[in-house]
């Protein structure tokens, strides 16, 4: 009797294992892998362990301190996005390519945690493109990310391209985290343009925001979300601040559709081989471009002083996040 029970109790927790995680799988459950591919994005919730974000924070701070010296030196950079609040002071929006600023983010951006994350979405083979940046809502007066989908930057030959965000403090709704709109990236991609200029957010009449999902999740979780869904992040309206790390990463077999050309201009890689390669970060280089039968347009011409952040393209009935 004692054996039938033990065989029946091991052959449930197999079935149910086999169901929740899949041996391909390095860390998402199939849940969260079925997820990312319905509905657009995953979380994973506590990934960096209490070290990790509290060295995370200080490499933060440190960045922190070292953009706000240097622009309130009046040194020009295209590292730091400020814009001034109401009460005339300047707020740090964004820093971008802290991994070239600080070695605490080069690691972060080769985590074995996180690549594992990435492989199990878009295969083993991947690199990242000049796109990483550290999201700064300060308490207060951190300003929102207008609606966007990435994928209206950085067209590729396929859409096995990803955002990954770690959570460098808890996010909830109210200090302005990331909402989605999920399924939208099986849809079309909506206009991004103004007066026949890339307009960095969504100028598409028609688009209202439906099913929203807020991804809330305690700091040091990540989130993961395809280029083409749509998303954007309100207001923080809260005491609390909420700064996030992203990176980007594509298939080694997803080209870009700007071409491989240096982060001159703006949306694609590095310009020689060597340095091509070295953004690979799992896998192995694959010259033969896997083309997609899917909707792309392309960022031009780029309004290069722009930003997700700037209501600097008014579209009278354009919804906030
Ligand atoms: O997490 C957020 O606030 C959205 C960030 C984002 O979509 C972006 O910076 O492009």
Redesign the pocket.
């Known amino acids: 009797m004692e054996v039938i029970l033990r065989s029946f109790c091991y052959r449930t927790l197999m079935v149910r294992c086999a169901r929740k995680y899949n041996s391909f799988n390095k860390i998402l459950t199939s849940d969260q892998v079925e997820q990312y591919r319905e509905e657009g994005y995953t979380v994973v919730k506590n990934l960096l362990s209490e070290e990790e974000l509290k060295q995370t924070r200080v490499a933060l701070d440190e960045l922190k301190e070292r953009s706000i010296k240097s622009f309130q030196a009046g040194e020009k950079s295209d590292i730091y996005e400020v814009e001034r609040g109401a009460d005339g002071k300047q707020i740090l929006n964004r820093i971008r390519f802290p991994c070239e600023l600080h070695e605490t983010f080069y690691n972060l951006q080769r985590h074995d945690k996180i690549l594992d994350c990435v492989e199990d979405l878009i295969g083993p083979s991947f690199r990242y493109i000049a796109q990483d ?1 550290l ?1 700064l809502k300060p308490a207060c007066t951190g300003a929102a ?1 207008r609606w ?1 989908q ?1 994928w209206a930057f950085f067209p590729h030959t396929n859409d096995s391209v990803l955002t990954a ?1 770690i959570l460098l403090h808890d996010t909830t709704r109210s200090n ?1 985290c ?1 909402q989605i709109v999920p399924g939208t990236h099986k849809g079309p991609i909506l206009s991004h343009y103004f007066n026949n200029t890339f307009a960095n957010v969504i100028t598409d009449k028609k688009f209202k925001p439906n099913n929203l999902v807020y991804l809330e999740a305690p700091a040091g979780s990540l989130t993961l979300h395809n280029a083409r869904v749509v ?3 309100a207001k923080n309206t809260s005491n609390q601040p909420r700064s ?1 790390l ?1 990176f980007v990463f594509t298939a080694m077999d997803a080209w870009p559709l700007l071409g491989v050309g240096g982060r001159d201009f703006m949306n694609s890689g590095p310009v020689d081989y060597d340095l091509f390669t070295a953004t690979l970060l799992r896998g192995n280089s694959c010259f033969t471009p896997r083309m997609e039968n899917i909707p792309v347009s392309l960022p031009i011409p780029f309004h290069a002083t722009s930003s ?1 952040f700037k209501i600097e393209f008014e579209t009278a009935d354009e919804p906030a996040p």
């Open positions: 940046k999201n990310v966007h990435d965000s302005g990331l998303h954007g992040s996030t992203c997700v």
